[in-house]
Nanobody, 124 residues
Framework: QVQLVESGGGLVQPGGSLRLSCAAS????????MGWYRQASGKQRDLVAV???????NYADSVKGRFTISRDNAKNTVSLQMNSLKPEDTAVYYC??????????????????WGQGTQVTVSS
């Protein structure tokens, strides 16, 4: 079964930096995109950044210029470098994997996969 293991969360002061990593294993399908979402307390889960086939990227407006997403296809990992962190970045961050959809060849490619979440707290 597909497993996503996240690491790198923790407590940091405003203006500080953290690097999140996510490693995917156990998948037989090909991965189209990997990304990061976050969910603050009492809020909706929102896209932070995604990196797609061909290393095309998209970022939430609130993190542009501060966060950088990268992908190592050989290792099936995705990382999120977070700089100039703000208290409003405090949330649980979730790794997401989206397969290429291949209904017949890979039935397990029809859904997205999620990590367990890692807490990021930005506070003095």
């Amino acid at each position: 079964q597909v497993q996503l293991v996240e690491s790198g969360g923790g407590l940091v002061q405003p203006g500080g930096s953290l690097r999140l990593s996510c490693a995917a294993s156990g998948s037989s399908f090909s991965i189209y995109a990997m990304g990061w979402y976050r969910q603050a307390s009492g809020k909706q889960r929102d896209l932070v950044a995604v990196i797609k086939s061909g290393d095309r990227t998209n970022y939430a407006d609130s993190v542009k210029g501060r966060f950088t997403i990268s992908r190592d296809n050989a290792k099936n990992t995705v990382s999120l470098q977070m700089n100039s962190l703000k208290p409003e970045d405090t949330a649980v961050y979730y790794c997401n994997v989206r397969p290429y959809r291949q209904r017949l060849e890979h039935p397990d490619s029809l859904r997205d996969y999620w990590g367990q979440g890692t807490q990021v707290t930005v506070s003095s």
